[in-house]
């Protein structure tokens, strides 16, 4: 069964840093765009951040504007898994935050990616 578990989602603190984690199983994941997506309740999931295969050993990293300059995603796992690091969180940073695997460009967009994890929610409050 080919599937993608999210974790460390959680309640933190405007100013806080958070890792969150997404391991693929079933297959492997090392040549595909593994990213990072977030949804709030009435709108559409939006991209956060991309990890991106560029042969060999090498992977590219791309960011949302929203997240740019605080946030970080690695490739971990032999390739089959990626964690986003979020600094300095804002309350609008609040939602649930789903991890996704695909082949297929542009990698912004969510109806490029195949796999999809159940979602892990962060919230960001005082």
């Known amino acids: 069964q080919v599937q993608l578990v999210e974790s460390g989602g959680g309640l933190v603190q405007p100013g806080d840093s958070l890792r969150l984690s997404c391991a693929g199983s079933?297959?492997?994941?090392?040549?595909?765009?593994m990213a990072w997506f977030r949804q709030v309740p009435g709108k559409e999931r939006e991209f956060v951040a991309a990890?991106?295969?560029?042969?060999?050993?090498?992977?590219?990293?791309y960011y949302d504007d929203s997240v740019k300059g605080r946030s970080a995603i690695s490739r971990a796992g032999a390739g089959n898994a990626i964690d986003l690091q979020i600094y300095r969180l804002r309350p609008e940073d609040t939602a649930v935050y789903f991890c996704?695997?695909?082949?297929?460009?542009?990698?912004?967009?969510?109806?490029?990616?195949?796999?999809w994890g159940q979602g892990t929610q962060v919230t960001v409050s005082s």
């Open positions: 996704a695997a695909g082949l297929r460009r542009p990698f912004e967009v969510a109806s490029s990616y195949d796999y």
């Open positions: 079933g297959q492997s994941f090392s040549t595909y765009v």
């Open positions: 990890n991106t295969w560029g042969g060999r050993q090498t992977y590219y990293e």
